[in-house]
């Protein structure tokens, strides 16, 4: 009984492979591309006037061929309001896809005297979020940059003779 069932499954497999002999499944590498780009913007707190923070920053990324994008975002704030100050100094990381991102950030605000805790989301020029500190507690903010999109590689696809 057992040996006529081997023989049934072995006969069934060579069967198989006869009808699908011939037929060609592409398959694609996923590949990546890492790069820093510099970038500028403005910054706006909740609360925090009219006139915005200058930020200068770099995103450093890196892009799979399917979009999954993770990286770095420095960002140096410069307050304007009152005279030129240094404001901010943030670092955080980025997790998402090529157009966006969640953020989480340590840095240090010059102005307060204070660390700080920031979560955000990063999208094709701007960016969202709230900063925490220990006293006053939460400061919303937004920012208008120029960097756009990130660029998201093609897959390899090999060619099959």
Do not use: C
Request: proline share 6%.
């Amino acid at each position: 009984m057992k040996k006529s069932a081997l023989a049934v499954a072995l006969l069934s497999t060579l069967t198989a492979s006869a009808v699908f002999a011939g037929i060609v499944t592409p398959v694609s590498i996923s590949t990546s591309k890492t790069e820093t780009r510099a970038y500028a913007g403005l910054n706006w707190t909740l609360g925090g006037g009219a006139t915005p923070a200058l930020v200068l920053g770099a995103f450093r990324t890196k892009v799979d061929s399917d979009g999954d994008t993770q990286g770095g975002n420095l960002a140096f704030h410069i307050n304007l309001a009152g005279g030129v100050k240094p404001g901010k100094l943030k670092l955080g990381y980025l997790n998402g896809k090529e157009d966006i991102q969640g953020e989480l950030g340590i840095g240090y605000d010059f102005m307060k005297n204070a660390p700080l805790l920031g979560l955000g989301i990063n999208a094709p020029y701007v960016n969202a979020g709230v900063d925490a500190y220990m006293n006053p507690g939460f400061v919303p903010y937004g920012t208008l940059h120029t960097q756009g999109e990130f660029d998201k590689p093609n897959p390899i696809v090999p060619i099959i003779d």
